[in-house]
């Protein structure tokens, strides 16, 4: 791998297996549904109802999650019903975005992410996506 040159000096990227890899990718996307499940209720979604649809693709197949968001109840599941939104993502960019690495919304506008329905679900979701990573400073 080549080395990452930045202002402050330079960085190795560490060398992982595929397995390592596959193993990792997806972590992010399950420990923020998980969460998600646990919390119940989340105060930043008291003025919100409605459900979202997350289809997630990788290698040709779709993992869908549902959250059913109801003054601030959240219900995670994968049953399959109508939606009030839908977001259609690939895997991989979600799991960046599930770990603060993307912003959903910026993914969107790029049209890394489709979003049918009612927009301002994703809006409201993306309150519950962790931060970006703090920078490194000079």
């Avoid at 995670?76 to 979600?94: G, K, N, Q, Y």
Wanted: charged letters at 30%; a negative charge; hydrophobic letters at 35%.
């Amino acid at each position: 791998r080549e080395p990452l040159t930045y202002g402050c000096g330079t960085l190795m990227p560490v060398s992982q297996s595929p397995t390592e890899e596959a193993e990792q990718m997806g972590a992010a996307t399950d420990e923020f549904f998980e969460g998600l499940s646990q919390r119940g209720h989340d105060p930043l979604l008291e003025t919100t109802t409605g459900t979202v649809r997350l289809d997630l693709t990788k290698n040709g197949k779709v993992e869908r999650w549902l959250l059913t968001i109801d003054k601030g109840d959240v219900d995670v599941s994968h049953r399959r019903t109508a939606p009030d939104c839908t977001v259609i993502a690939p895997a991989e960019l979600f799991d960046r975005i599930a770990s603060g690495e993307e912003n959903a919304f910026a993914a969107a506008l790029r049209g890394d992410v489709v979003v049918g329905g009612d927009t301002k679900l994703l809006v409201r979701l993306q309150r519950l996506f962790p931060s970006p990573p703090r920078r490194m400073r000079r």
